[in-house]
T-cell receptor
Framework: NAGVMQNPRHLVRRRGQEARLRCSPM?????VYWYRQLPEEGLKFMVY????????ESGMPKERFSAEFPKEGPSILRIQQVVRGDSAAYFC??????????????FGSGTRLTVV | DQQVKQNSPSLSVQEGRISILNCDYT??????FLWYKKYPAEGPTFLIS?????DKNEDGRFTVFLNKSAKHLSLHIVPSQPGDSAVYFC????????????FGEGTQLTVNP
């Protein structure tokens, strides 16, 4: 029973390029959450999606960032025209039901984005 | 506005002794608190949680205490083991936005053999 799978584990992009981060939730999980961890900081909520729907994107930067969770396939976090400040670890989590209960969500191992 | 704060970036203890990790919060609308453990190059893994209607929850070597009036919680690990060395994050859920967690900055725990 695979956990939450994120790929790639490491991604290097030049300034101005696009970054695509993928997240496959655990089997049976239809709720996906994206978090970002900047160096020396805690994780910050970005977006919550269900299949084909964005439920809460209040943590997403207004420009350049978008997320989707199609009917088939993984959830994608897309960052256009990356800048150095986008360098961070991006974590995806999933759950079988909406929201956080007493067991929290299950996180993936993250994608470390480096913008050069 | 940092609503969840872990004021100690690091903590070092001897194997077998007690580790106490602290967390303070400002938002009285938080109704659930969780602790996550994180090893380098891995994602956070859930450790233990507590509802705001309780003041203590225990699971094996891990106990979380909640003091609502002081808006403070702590994680006790006893006895500490070298394998407990990791970054510990405190996180909180707000009842009205139950899909997201607000995390503290983390505390690096080192347990020395």
């Amino acid at each position: 029973n695979a956990g939450v799978m994120q790929n790639p584990r490491h991604l290097v992009r030049r300034r101005g390029q696009e970054a695509r981060l993928r997240c496959s939730p655990m089997k049976g999980h239809s709720h996906v959450y994206w978090y970002r961890q900047l160096p020396e900081e805690g994780l910050k909520f970005m977006v919550y999606l269900q299949k084909e729907n964005i439920i809460d994107e209040s943590g997403m930067p207004k420009e350049r960032f978008s997320a989707e969770f199609p009917k088939e396939g993984p959830s994608i976090l897309r960052i256009q025209q990356v800048v150095r400040g986008d360098s961070a670890a991006y974590f995806c989590a999933s759950s079988p039901y909406p929201g956080v209960n007493r067991d929290g969500y299950t996180f993936g191992s993250g994608t470390r984005l480096t913008v050069v | 506005d940092q609503q969840v704060k872990q004021n100690s970036p690091s903590l070092s203890v001897q194997e077998g002794r007690i580790s106490i990790l602290n967390c303070d919060y400002t938002n009285s609308m938080f109704d659930y608190f969780l602790w996550y453990k994180k090893y380098p190059a891995e994602g956070p893994t859930f450790l233990i949680s507590i509802s705001s209607i309780k003041d203590k929850n225990e699971d094996g070597r891990f106990t979380v205490f909640l003091n609502k009036s002081a808006k403070h919680l702590s994680l006790h690990i006893v006895p500490s083991q070298p394998g407990d060395s990791a970054v510990y994050f405190c996180a909180a859920r707000r009842e009205t936005s139950g899909s997201r967690l607000t995390f503290g900055e983390g505390t690096q725990l080192t347990v020395n053999p």
